[in-house]
T-cell receptor
Framework: ETGVTQSPTHLIKTRGQQVTLRCSSQ?????VSWYQQALGQGPQFIFQ???????GRGNFPPRFSGLQFPNYSSELNVNALELDDSALYLC??????????FGPGTRLTVL | AQSVTQLDSQVPVFEEAPVELRCNYS??????LFWYVQYPNQGLQLLLK??????LVESINGFEAEFNKSQTSFHLRKPSVHISDTAEYFC?????????????FGKGTHLIIQP
């Protein structure tokens, strides 16, 4: 059984660019949640996908969007990057509303 | 909406001493409670959870936490810490009702084990 994986590990972008982060959920899980963890802070909920549909959203603007695919993997897209978007982006998978298991994260730096 | 307060940003403890990491939450509905641990440059690992039943929950590596509904707390304890316990610890809550949701995390407590 493989755990949650994320790619890339690190990413550097410039302000105004767009970025796509990827997540493969744990085997058997159908729900993916995305979190943003700024330096020195706890993770903040961005949104959740269940069976390919957005199933809940935190307090993030529409330029944060996502997709979930039939194999339950997921993408997080961020448009018009801002300096404050620099953070560790964490993906978590679960079976429905069961316990969430986290991936190692993608470190995004916006210059 | 829920919120989580972790009262201590850092807790220094000597090796083999006991430790308590405090967590208080605020919610207008019933919640599930979690403790996650984050080692440097890694993602979050589930340490333990309270969903229902016994208010005292234990992990396989010696940590325990007690859900106290009247005090809205879920403090994490370990009777004797080891150097390998050095990490960031996050308390999190999620409402127990139906529908979509995400975890609400505290700001974390950095546990520093001193030899």
């Amino acid at each position: 059984e493989t755990g949650v994986t994320q790619s890339p590990t690190h990413l550097i972008k410039t302000r105004g660019q767009q970025v796509t982060l990827r997540c493969s959920s744990q085997s058997g899980h159908n729900t993916v949640s995305w979190y943003q963890q700024a330096l020195g802070q706890g993770p903040q909920f961005i949104f959740q996908y269940y069976r390919e549909e957005e199933n809940g959203r935190g307090n993030f603007p529409p330029r944060f969007s996502g997709l979930q695919f039939p194999n339950y993997s997921s993408e997080l897209n961020v448009n018009a990057l801002e300096l404050d978007d620099s953070a560790l982006y964490l993906c978590a998978s679960s079976l429905g509303r069961d316990v969430q298991f986290f991936g190692p994260g993608t470190r995004l730096t916006v210059l | 909406a829920q919120s989580v307060t972790q009262l201590d940003s850092q807790v220094p403890v000597f090796e083999e001493a006991p430790v308590e990491l405090r967590c208080n939450y605020s919610s207008s509905v019933s919640v599930y409670l979690f403790w996650y641990v984050q080692y440097p440059n890694q993602g979050l690992q589930l340490l333990l959870k309270y969903l229902s039943g016994s208010t005292l929950v234990e992990s396989i590596n010696g940590f325990e936490a007690e859900f106290n509904k009247s005090q809205t707390s879920f403090h994490l304890r370990k009777p004797s810490v080891h150097i390998s316990d050095t990490a960031e610890y996050f308390c999190a809550v999620r409402h127990s009702g139906g529908g979509a949701d995400g975890l609400t995390f505290g700001k974390g407590t950095h546990l520093i084990i001193q030899p």
